[in-house]
């Protein structure tokens, strides 16, 4: 399925799912969503654009390579209960702080940290698999 229509959309369906994935993150810790979806809608987006694409140009867009996104959300998630214990609380409680910023007053917990945390080692994984299976496929000459 690579055809002209489907590389001229992929990229912006990719940047697209991108923001959404982030907004189903943020939205998690308050109503349904959160971490582990809004890695694999973020996954999918990436797939998409490297069905489209290649995955060199997905290797590319990508700063990290996906594993390393994914240990680094698992420091992220692992480190989020460190609050807690410095508190005299049992690991992984839930702490809350309330900034004020332009004016508006912002909610920031370490349950977000740890959904962030969980979003990146569902990102890197699910993209690391997926990009290499389509190499592989590429590799194996396969014509799309």
């Known amino acids: 399925m690579n055809t002209v229509i489907f590389r001229t959309v ?16 943020l939205r998690g810790h308050n109503e349904p969503g959160g971490g582990f979806i809004g890695g694999l809608i973020a996954a999918s987006a990436l797939a998409i654009y ?13 700063v990290l390579h996906p594993m390393a996104i994914s240990a680094l959300g698992l420091l ?22 309330y900034p004020t910023v332009l004016g508006t007053e912002l909610p920031l917990s370490t349950v977000l940290v740890f959904d962030i945390g969980v979003y990146l080692v569902v990102l890197g994984a699910i993209t690391s698999i997926l990009l290499g299976l389509e190499e592989r496929d590429v590799d194996q000459g396969e014509d799309r």
């Not at 490297?50 to 990508?62: L, S």
């Open 76 to 97: 992220l998630s692992g480190l989020s209960g460190l609050p807690a214990l410095a508190a005299g609380l049992p690991f992984m409680t839930a702490l809350w702080t």
């Open 50 to 62: 490297g069905i489209a694409c290649g995955v060199a140009p997905v290797r590319r867009a990508m």
């Open 10 to 25: 992929a990229p912006f369906l990719t940047a697209l799912m991108l923001v959404f994935s982030v907004f189903v993150l």
